[in-house]
C-alpha cells in the first residue's frame, strides 16, 4: 500500500528538519547503501535537494549539481544553504552536506515550480517488456558473484531489470554499458521531484554489463528534473558514452508510467579497476 | 595560421591574472556575445576552467558546473576559487566570477591531468558531410531574419552546420531539435579543454530547428571534458530531449577530429517563448 503521509522509508530516510537554532539537520540511514557503508550519492542528493526546497519559495529541485567531496557515513549530518538570486520562476543556491569530518557534497540547486502541463516535445520511452518480465535484482540477491556486495538500496528501490540488460547477473556480460529498469519504491511510495533525485542514480553501474564488477565513485553528478512523475513505475536507463583515463560518464533518462520523460542525469565517476 | 602563444582571441579574452593582492580578475570580452549585450554561457565557463585550474594542482577541468545566477557585463570581473579536497587524481573548487554587480555564476570544478591514453570505450562520430559541404554561419550572416541578432560569437567560433540541421536558416526548420557542426576558432587556435568548455555551448539554440529564433538563457550547465582533443575541427552536436513548462533541455556531445568524444555537455535554459 503506498505510504504518502511522510512515513515512507524514504521520506523518513531523507528527513530534514530545522533546528531551535534555525540550521537543518539530517540522520544518513545506513540502509542506503551502495556496499561497504558507502551511501548512494543519489539518496544524499535527495537529502540536498529536501534542504534546498526548504529554503527557497519553490516547491521543486529542477537542477542540482553535486560534487562528491568524500562520502560521508551514515548518522547525523547538517545542511547549510547559501541562497543566491531568487525570483517568480526560479530561485538558485548554494547546498552543503556536512557530518562530523566536514563538507562531503556541495550542490548548485535551482529549484522551481513544476506544472502538471503537456510536453511540447519530447522524448519517447524505448520499448521494454512488462514489469513482471523483467529481472528483480532483490528477489534474486542470492545470484551475486563472490565479493560482490549487494547494497541496502536494492531492498529501498524495486529495481527491475530488463533482461535484454541483464546478462550480467548470469555471467554473460553484453560488452554494450547500458542498463534499463523498471523502479519504484520497495514499500510503494510514489515517485515525485524528490524521489527521481534518488532513481537517477539508483541502477547498479553501467560498468556491470561490461562484465566489470567493480565500484564506480561519482565524482560529480547533474540531475535534471521535467516535469512531475505520474504514479506507479518508472523507467531508468543509464547508458555509459566513455570510458578512458580511469574515467566513466553515466547518462540516465528517466521516463513516468505514463511514457513522460520526467527526469535526466548525467555523471562522472571513476572506473571501476 | 594557428595561434599558440596565448596571442589567440580566444586566450586574449579568458585571460585570467593574478593581482599584488592574490586575486584573480579577467576582462570580460563584449565580442563573445550571443546577442543584446548578453555574453555567451561557455565563453564565460572558460574563463571560470581557467581560474579552477590556475588554483590546482592539475592541469586540466574535467567536470565543470555552473548556475547562472544572472548575465555579467562585458569588462572587469573577479574569480574567487574556494578550494575543496585536492588529491593525486583530482580536487574539487568553487569558483565563482563577479562583476560590479556581484555574483554572476557560481561553478563546482572538478580538475585532473587528462592523459594521452587511448578510449577503452566511445561513442562513434556521427556521419556528417566534410567541412567544405556545410553551411558557415559566419559567411551568411546576412541570410539572418529579420530582428534575428547575428551574435559575435560567431565571428570567433567557426560554425559549419550539417546541412541536415540547418533547414531553419532557410526558413525550413526540421522539427527535430538537433544541430551538427564542425566547430573551431576562427583564427586557427586549436582546441583544448578550456576551448572545448566553450565549444559546449556555442551552437544556436536548438529551438531554432522547431522555427523558434528566441534566445534560451541558460541556467544550469554541465560540461564534462574527457580527453585532450587532437588539432583540427572538433564536431559538435546538440541534442534537446524534451521542452515543457517554459523549460528545455541541450546535450552536447563534441568528437576531435580524429572521432574520439572528448566533451558531453547538458545544460538547462528557459524556452524561447
Avoid at 2 to 31: C, I, W
Avoid at 77 to 103: E, Y
Avoid at 132 to 147: D, I, K, N, Q, Y
Wanted: aromatic letters at 6%.
Amino acid at each position: 500500500m503506498p505510504q504518502t503521509d511522510g512515513t515512507s522509508a524514504f521520506d523518513v530516510a531523507t528527513d530534514v528538519t530545522r533546528t531551535e537554532g534555525g540550521g537543518l539537520v539530517t540522520d544518513l540511514d545506513p540502509d542506503w547503501d551502495v556496499g561497504g557503508g558507502i551511501l548512494n550519492g543519489g539518496y544524499l542528493l535527495s537529502v540536498v535537494g529536501r534542504a534546498a526546497v526548504l529554503e527557497s519559495p519553490h516547491a521543486h529541485p529542477v537542477a542540482l549539481s553535486a560534487s562528491y567531496l568524500r562520502a560521508p557515513a551514515a548518522g547525523p549530518a547538517t545542511l547549510t544553504v547559501a541562497p543566491g538570486p531568487s525570483g517568480r520562476t526560479l530561485a538558485h543556491s548554494l547546498v552543503t552536506l556536512s557530518d562530523a569530518g566536514g563538507p562531503a557534497l556541495t550542490a548548485q540547486a535551482t529549484t522551481a515550480t513544476l506544472g502538471t502541463g503537456p510536453s511540447d516535445y519530447g522524448s519517447p520511452m524505448p520499448d521494454v517488456p512488462p514489469v513482471e518480465e523483467c529481472f528483480s535484482v532483490a528477489e534474486h540477491r542470492h545470484l551475486a558473484p563472490p565479493g560482490v556486495h549487494v547494497p541496502g538500496l536494492s531492498l529501498k528501490v524495486d529495481t527491475r531489470l530488463d533482461l535484454a540488460t541483464a546478462g550480467w547477473a548470469f555471467g554473460q556480460p553484453s560488452g554494450e554499458p547500458v542498463l534499463r529498469a523498471w523502479m519504484r519504491f520497495a514499500d510503494g511510495r510514489e515517485p515525485d521531484p524528490l524521489a527521481l533525485l534518488t532513481f537517477a542514480d539508483a541502477l547498479p553501474p553501467t560498468s556491470f554489463a561490461m562484465g566489470n564488477m567493480g565500484w564506480a565513485p561519482t565524482v560529480q553528478l547533474q540531475v535534471l528534473v521535467r516535469a512531475l512523475p505520474a504514479p506507479g513505475w518508472c523507467l531508468v536507463e543509464a547508458r555509459t558514452s566513455e570510458i578512458a583515463g580511469g574515467w566513466v560518464d553515466e547518462d540516465y533518462r528517466i521516463w513516468d508510467s505514463t511514457g513522460r520523460l520526467v527526469a535526466q542525469s548525467r555523471q562522472l565517476a571513476r572506473a571501476p579497476r
